[in-house]
Every structure is written in structure tokens, then in C-alpha cells.
Antibody, heavy 119, light 106 residues
Framework: EVQLVESGGGLVQPGRSLKLSCAAS????????MAWVRQTPTKGLEWVAS????????YYRDSVKGRFTISRDNAKNTQYLQMDSLRSEDTATYYC????????????WGQGVMVTVSS | DIQMTQSPSFLSASVGDRVTINCKAS??????LDWYQQKLGEAPKLLIY???SLHTGIPSRFSGSGSGTDFTLTISSLQPEDVATYFC????????FGGGTKLELK
């Protein structure tokens, strides 16, 4: 059974940093591109970042470029999202998601972790 | 950026009804349109990918159709467990979600 478990969320002040982790199990992690997607009541669902199987290719939405870094450790079956210079508009539930093997939809999602950016 | 317009935003239907939800892309996205179901307090779950392919374990009452810019999710006979919010996603160029359709029982 595919499982994705996020951790690392919480309350953080604007301008500070936070690092999310996503532990994967139930599949060969190194064979799949991975992603982070966030959700808020006002903006809905937004793709945030994606990373290729080996970590050599990364992609970001414009609003987080230069502030967020996606990475992965295939030996630990874990992906990460380092979030720096956080803003109030980054407040959201962040989901870890797996890309499909042949095409880039998101076929499995974690339960999500809440990130609140507030002073 | 590609915009996805989903309609209706809210939908009330009875058990056994045929339900349709629509998604319109701001430009041609070929077949790269997916549908997700999100129940309250849960993560989104993939139902349909690439317009009309049913994801593993999804009941056959769910189906998808469309091409180019206009797409439809159909539930052939609504069941109580289908109460949820449904989202479309285009993955032709980047990834953009629709605004969601909240489906309730009448």
C-alpha cells in the first residue's frame, strides 16, 4: 500500500524558515517523480514544486522560486521542502504527492501538514 | 498560465441521480485532465486521469469525457459515500487545479 506521511509543519513567524519532510513507503521511491501541493480555503489547491527521480531536475511555481527548495534522499525514501523567507500567503496545508509513472498527474497524496505563517 | 474554470461550485443531488461536473480550460490541454475527490478532512484522491482513464480501485460509476478545453466528470448513480468536493487538474503545461465543486445530498 502506498503511504506518504508528512511532518515538520507548525507555526512560524514571517521571514523565518521551516522544513517539511515526507516519508514514503509501499513503492519503489526512487522510480517516481515527487511533488508538493498546498491548499487554502481562499486559493484552493496549488502545485508548489516537483522533483525528478534522481533529484537533478526541480520545478517551482513562480511565487516560491528562490525561497523554497525541494529535495529528496532516495536512500531514506524521503522528500523534503525547505521553506525560507516565509510569508503570510504561504499559510496552507501542504501535501506530499507522487507523480504518476508514465504521466505527470498526482496519483497518491499524503494526509497533509499545516503550516501557519504569523507573528 | 492555464486557467481552469470548474462548474457548478455547489451541487445538490439525490441518491441514484446522474451527476455531471464540468471543467473548462483557458486553452487546449489535449487529454491531460484529471479528476480528484476530497472528502472532509482528507487528502484528495485520484479518480480519473488523462480525461477518461479510471484510477485503480475507483468504482465504475465514475467516468470522464471531453477533449481540448471542455471536460466532464460523470457519476452515473450517486451514492451517499460520494459526498465530497471534486477538483479537476490540468497537467498539460504545468499543473493547475479547478476551483472545486462541493457535492451534497438533497
Amino acid at each position: 500500500e502506498v503511504q506518504l506521511v508528512e511532518s515538520g509543519g507548525g507555526l512560524v513567524q514571517p521571514g523565518r524558515s521551516l522544513k517539511l519532510s515526507c516519508a514514503a513507503s509501499g513503492f519503489t521511491f526512487s522510480n517516481y517523480d515527487m511533488a508538493w501541493v498546498r491548499q487554502t480555503p481562499t486559493k484552493g489547491l496549488e502545485w508548489v514544486a516537483s522533483i525528478s527521480t534522481g533529484g537533478g531536475n526541480t520545478y517551482y511555481r513562480d511565487s516560491v522560486k528562490g525561497r523554497f527548495t525541494i529535495s529528496r534522499d532516495n536512500a531514506k525514501n524521503t522528500q523534503y521542502l525547505q521553506m525560507d523567507s516565509l510569508r503570510s500567503e504561504d499559510t496552507a496545508t501542504y501535501y506530499c504527492a507522487r507523480h504518476g509513472v508514465t504521466t505527470s498527474y498526482f496519483d497518491y497524496w499524503g494526509q497533509g501538514v499545516m503550516v501557519t505563517v504569523s507573528s | 498560465d492555464i486557467q481552469m474554470t470548474q462548474s457548478p461550485s455547489f451541487l445538490s443531488a439525490s441518491v441514484g441521480d446522474r451527476v455531471t461536473i464540468n471543467c473548462k480550460a483557458s486553452q487546449n490541454i489535449n487529454k491531460y485532465l484529471d479528476w480528484y475527490q476530497q472528502k472532509l478532512g482528507e487528502a484528495p484522491k485520484l479518480l480519473i486521469y488523462n480525461t477518461n482513464s479510471l484510477h485503480t480501485g475507483i468504482p465504475s460509476r465514475f467516468s470522464g469525457s471531453g477533449s481540448g478545453t471542455d471536460f466532464t466528470l460523470t457519476i452515473s448513480s450517486l451514492q451517499p459515500e460520494d459526498v465530497a468536493t471534486y477538483f479537476c487538474l490540468q497537467h498539460d503545461i504545468g499543473w493547475t487545479f479547478g476551483g472545486g465543486t462541493k457535492l451534497e445530498l438533497k
